[in-house]
């Protein structure tokens, strides 16, 4: 059985139009910073360094926070918060 995201499923019931997908979907973007973002708003990391590390993540296919650890510009703790942080601002549809 093939898996459908709930708004795929309710675009093709007609139930919401794709304008409405594309803002419930901005909308859910908008509501979960990345982690770079949220360690620069800490002040624990340079826009600079954020881009170093998604340069990196990008071609590593590492996650975010290991990368920053082991560059020594994170800690573990601080990856736990900005973790922590990221989760408690989610907000997911369906």
Request: hydrophobic share 45%.
């Amino acid at each position: 059985m093939a898996v459908k995201f709930l708004g795929q499923f309710l675009l093709e019931k007609g139930l919401i139009d794709k304008e409405q997908l594309l803002a419930a979907l901005d909308a859910q973007r908008a509501s979960n910073p990345l982690l770079g973002e949220l360690a620069q708003a800490c002040g624990w990391l340079s826009s600079g360094q954020a881009a170093q590390v998604n340069a990196l993540q990008r071609s590593q296919d590492r996650p975010f926070g290991v990368i920053a650890q082991s560059l020594g510009l994170l800690t573990e703790a601080q990856i736990d918060a900005l973790l922590a942080q990221q989760k408690s601002r989610r907000r997911l549809f369906g």
